[in-house]
């Protein structure tokens, strides 16, 4: 089924680990970014990315790094995992950064903690 | 600052009766208007939405409301559904910029 898919589902991770969020689209869509929902602050953006080979910092950018060398694919990388970043992400994308009257395609997100 | 935001947590209904869910924004220049549906363990999914240039929008038992002169929007479903329980999201955003969004009402339709 077309869409966006996120792996892995669930994740744990000790505090100092690295890891790799993976996010994949199959709808041809330019613009992907990630946010993170946590209890009681909706949704924050982390990254975004407007098309292939650009990316942009969102409002909880701290970190994470982001790279796009496809379109297809938008991974979101934990460098040193922190207890903090112990939350929900979930990655969506779109035909364009312009909100079109269907707004973003998200997937069905990555639990991750961090302990 | 917040620029979307959705005052009340949650919310609890009737099955059968209204559910209003609100939402206040302070960037006039936003011009679109979104409301998504997120259950538990799933990403959030578009539910309707609204252009500036209109002051409602129908879709089956949802419809949005906009009051530009006061920047509120509301999200009524009727007749409510235990199905319905869920949390929603209201968001917008202005001319190519991206998508901003509140915090979330719970909605809990009691059978």
């Known amino acids: 089924n077309a869409g966006v898919t996120q792996t892995p589902k669930f994740q744990v991770l000790k505090t100092g680990q690295s890891m790799t969020l993976q996010c994949a689209q199959d709808?041809?869509?330019?613009?992907m970014s990630w946010y993170r929902q946590d209890p009681g602050m909706g949704l924050r953006l982390i990254h975004y990315?407007?098309?292939?080979?650009?990316?942009d910092q969102g409002e909880v950018p701290n970190g994470y790094n982001v790279s796009r060398s496809t379109t297809e694919d938008f991974p979101l990388r934990l460098l040193s995992a922190a207890p903090s970043q112990t939350s929900v992400y979930f990655c969506?994308?779109?035909?364009?950064?312009?909100?079109?009257?269907?707004?973003?395609?998200f997937g069905s997100g990555t639990r991750l903690t961090v302990v | 600052d917040q620029q979307v935001k959705q005052n009340s947590p949650s919310l609890s209904v009737q099955e059968g009766r209204i559910s209003i869910l609100n939402c206040d924004y302070t960037?006039?220049?936003?011009?679109?208007f979104l409301w998504y549906k997120k259950y538990p363990a799933e990403g959030p999914t578009f539910l309707i939405s609204?252009?500036?240039?209109?002051d409602k929008n129908e879709d089956g038992r949802f419809t949005v409301f906009l009051n530009k002169s006061a920047k509120h929007l509301s999200l009524h479903i009727v007749p409510s559904q235990p199905g319905d329980s869920a949390v929603y999201f209201c968001?917008?955003?202005?001319?190519?910029?991206?998508?901003?969004f509140g915090k979330g009402t719970k909605l809990t339709v009691n059978p």
């Open positions: 609204i252009s500036s240039i209109k």
């Open positions: 969506a994308s779109s035909y364009s950064l312009a909100t079109t009257p269907y707004g973003y395609t």
């Open positions: 709808m041809n869509h330019e613009y």
């Open positions: 960037n006039s220049m936003f011009d679109y």
């Open positions: 990315s407007v098309g292939a080979g650009i990316t």
């Open positions: 968001a917008a955003s202005g001319e190519s910029e991206k998508l901003v």
